[in-house]
């Protein structure tokens, strides 16, 4: 199933701009926080933050937004 654009350049521009901000949010945490303590949760929360990044990332390329194929409206 092909991804249908819903999004606008200012939607694209906005998850694209998440994405980066996540991403290298998800990257600090895992360095500086995740790596020396070894407990799951700092883990956990690294990993999020680059799966969600990396998600968005995806999201402002492809055009598409999952909330928006969901049928809710966004603001953005």
Do not use: Q
Request: charged fraction near 10%; proline fraction near 4%.
């Amino acid at each position: 199933m092909a991804l249908a654009c819903n999004i606008d350049a200012k939607g694209k521009a906005v998850r694209l701009r998440y994405g980066i901000v996540m991403t290298v949010a998800g990257v600090v945490a895992t360095l500086a926080w995740a790596v020396p303590s070894g407990g799951a949760v700092p883990w956990a929360i690294s990993l999020a933050a680059l799966a969600s990044g990396a998600f968005a990332v995806f999201e402002a390329r492809a055009g598409w937004c999952v909330v928006r194929a969901l049928g809710f409206k966004t603001p953005v």
